[in-house]
DNA sequence: TGGCTCATTTAAAACGTTATAAATCCCATC
DNA sequence: GATGGGATTTATAACGTTTTAAATGAGCCA
C-alpha cells in the first residue's frame, strides 16, 4: 500500500481519460484485482485496503464501466419496460415509469423503454429479449388470461412484474389494482344514490381485469336486485370521440341508464358530454362514479364521484418486486393487490 | 470457406449457447475478423464472402453483443431522455417517446429515460451522462434561455436536441414549436370573435417559451388595440385546483377577461370550471383557444378552439435529428421550428 | 528451522467485439 | 521466373471488468 505522493496521482489521473480499475490500482500500488474485490466488498480483502481503496475510488469519481461488467457477468444491468400505445393517454404510462424510476433510484439498474407499435399483447419484442439478454428484467401492463408473454417469460425463467394477473396455474409476480372491489364500490355507491341502472365501461374483453371489473359490477348489482346494461359497442380503448357518440345516442334511446361506473377519467369526461347532447345533467338524471389516475377528472369535475388508483405506487411496487425477483429473493412478497382507496379521499 | 456438413453445423450451434462472431467463424471457416468485417460491410471483403456470411448469421439468428461492442467501440448504442414531473399530464412525456422510438426503429439505439426527480433544470444527471458516457445523445424539454444544460453540453460536444430553443449565441441542435405563431393566432381568434380583454396563461417565465407565447400575445393585442391581463400567480405547470380557483376569483371581480389562450388542454378545462363557479358560460360571456396536444378536450369540449401541437412528430423529428448529428451529417438541418397548424385541422 | 495453515493478495484468462498490422494469394509486369 | 502490387484474409491485441487458480506472507506448532 503505497502512499502515493500528490503529483504521481494527478499524473496518473491525466493519463487516462476515465478512470477505471486500473487508475485506482496504480494510485494505491494495489493489483486491480484486489481493487476490483475491495469495491465490491469481498470477505477476503482486509478492512484496511477495502477503505483505502474506497477513499480513492470516491475522490477521482470512479465509476464501473457498464458495458464491461455487462459483458463479464451476462448482467445488463437493464430493467425493460413495454408499453402499449393505449398507455399514452392522461399520463398512465408515465406515473406508472416513474414509480418504477424511483424504485430503480441508487441501484445500478437503468429503465429502458420500448413501445409496442402493433396492437395487442407483443410477444415478439419479448421474445427479443429473452432470446438476447437485453435486460435484466421485464414489466409490462394490460396482461390477458393466458397471456403469451407471461407464459414465455415463465418457459424461460426470465424475471418479470406484470401490472395485471393472468389465471396460469403457475404463479408469477405481479402488481395489480384490486379492480373487483373498484368496480364493486363504485356500483354500490351509483345504487346508493338511488341509481336503478347503472351500466359500466369496460376494458376490452381479452384483458383479465375486464373479468374483475365486470365480476365486481355484477357483483354489486345483483346484491341490489337492480337492473344494468354493459355497451359491447364501446371499450375504455376507444377514441374519445366514439365514446361521446355512443353516450349521445343512446341517451336518446328508451330506459337510458342513470349511473355509469368508468374505469378511466378520459370515459367519464367522454359520457358527460355524450350525456349533455341530450340535456341530461350529471348529478341530476344519472351519477358517475370514475377511477381517477390524475389530479384531472375531480378537479374539473367535483360532481363526477372517483376512486383512486396510485399508478406511481403501482410502479414503484412493480420495481422493487422485480428486483426481490431479480436478486432470487425468496421472502418478498411477489404478488401485490393494492385496494382501493374506498374512504372518499381528497386529492 | 469450408462448406460445412449440417452435422457440424448444429454440434457447433449446441455447444455455444448463444451465437457470436466465433460460432459463425467455425460454421463457415472464417476467421473471426473476417466475419466481422462482412458483417459490417466492409469493403475490402469479397462479395461471396460477405454474402455467405450474412446467410449463415441470419441462419442462426446472430445478433452482435451490444456489451462487447460498447466495450470496445466505446459507443454505446443508447439515447437518454430527460422527463421532467410536469411532463405526467396528458401522455406529453409518452407521445415524445413514442415518436422518439419510432425514430429509433430499425437502427440499434435503445431508449433509456431518466425521470427528473427534483424540480427545473436537473443538470446533474446531465453531468454524470456527459462524464461516464453513459449515452451517446440526450433529449429533453422545457429549455431556458441560458439552459445549464445545454451549456455544459456544447461545452463537452456532446450530441442531444431539446424541445425548446435557448438563446446562446452557439447554435444548436433544436425541434421547436412556433409558440409566438401560436399565441398570436390564439389571441387574434379571440379578438376575432369580438373579445376586447383576452388574457394568457403562460409556462413558467423562465422558460424559452414563455416568452415566446408572451411576444405572440402582446403582437397580437397591440395590433387590434384592445385591452388585455396577464395574470401572475398563476402558470401552466400549476396543479388544476390552482388554475381552478384563481379563474373562480379572478371571474368574481371587476373586468374579468372574456377570452382565454390556453397553452394547454388541462388549464382550459380548469379555466371553464373556475368561470362556471360564476354561471359564466363558455361561448357566451367568454372564449377559448387552447393548445391541443391530444384527443381529449376537443372532443369534450368541442366550443373550445384548438390549435394542433403534434408531439409525437416533434418526437420523431428529434430522434431523426439526433441520429443525423450522432452521425457527423453536416447536410441535415438541425433547427427544426414546427408550425401551428392554423387551418383548423379536425381530428 | 521446517512445515503447516490461514489470511491476503495477485497473475492470468476470459467475456465478444473491433482495430491495427501483418500475412497470404493471385495476377500482371519486367 | 522472379518482383511488385492490389485484393483478400488473418493473427493479435486491445476495451474494463470478474473469476479461477495460484502465490505470497504471517503466524504457529513441532
Known amino acids: 500500500m503505497a502512499d502515493t505522493p500528490k503529483s504521481l496521482a494527478s499524473e496518473i489521473m491525466l493519463k487516462s481519460g476515465k478512470p477505471t480499475l486500473r487508475t485506482i490500482a496504480d494510485l494505491t500500488g494495489f493489483a486491480v ?74 441501484t445500478p439498474y437503468h429503465l429502458i423503454v420500448m413501445p409496442n407499435f402493433i396492437n395487442g399483447a407483443n410477444i415478439d419484442a419479448v421474445r427479443h429479449i429473452v432470446r438476447n439478454g437485453m435486460a435484466d428484467g421485464l414489466i409490462f401492463s394490460r396482461t390477458e388470461p393466458f397471456d403469451p408473454r407471461v407464459r414465455l417469460l415463465l418457459e424461460n425463467g426470465f424475471p418479470f412484474v406484470t401490472h395485471g394477473r393472468t389465471e396460469f396455474t403457475t404463479p408469477h409476480p405481479y402488481v395489480d389494482y384490486d379492480n373487483f372491489s373498484f368496480a364493486y364500490e363504485a356500483t354500490k355507491r351509483l345504487i346508493g344514490r338511488g341509481r336503478r341502472k347503472p351500466m359500466i365501461i369496460l376494458p376490452p374483453k381479452r384483458m383479465t381485469f375486464s373479468q374483475h371489473l365486470l365480476h365486481g359490477f355484477m357483483t354489486a348489482v345483483r346484491e341490489a336486485g337492480v337492473g344494468y346494461e354493459i355497451p359491447d359497442e364501446i371499450n375504455l380503448d376507444c377514441p374519445v370521440e366514439e365514446i361521446r357518440d355512443f353516450m349521445s345516442r343512446r341517451a336518446a334511446q328508451r330506459d337510458a341508464p342513470d349511473g355509469f361506473a368508468c374505469g378511466g377519467e378520459v370515459s367519464a369526461l367522454a359520457t358527460i358530454t355524450g350525456m349533455s347532447d341530450h340535456g341530461l345533467t350529471l348529478g341530476l338524471e344519472y351519477d358517475i362514479v370514475a377511477k381517477r389516475t390524475s389530479k384531472l377528472l375531480s378537479q374539473i369535475q367535483p360532481k363526477v364521484e372517483t376512486i383512486y388508483e396510485d399508478l406511481t405506487d403501482t410502479g414503484e411496487q412493480m420495481g422493487r418486486v422485480l428486483l426481490a425477483r431479480i436478486a432470487g429473493d425468496e421472502t418478498t412478497e411477489m404478488q401485490v393487490l393494492l385496494k382501493p382507496q374506498i374512504s372518499f379521499p381528497t386529492v
Open 33 to 106: 484485482t484486489t481493487v476490483s474485490r475491495a469495491l465490491s466488498n469481498a470477505p477476503q480483502i482486509s478492512a484496511e485496503t477495502r477503505k483505502r481503496v474506497h477513499e480513492v475510488a470516491a475522490e477521482i469519481g470512479y465509476l464501473p464501466d457498464r458495458a464491461a461488467q455487462r459483458l463479464k457477468t451476462g448482467r445488463t444491468n437493464v430493467i425493460c419496460v413495454l408499453l402499449d400505445p393505449h398507455e399514452e393517454i392522461l399520463g398512465y404510462g408515465i406515473s406508472l415509469m416513474h414509480g418504477l424510476a424511483k424504485a430503480l433510484r441508487d
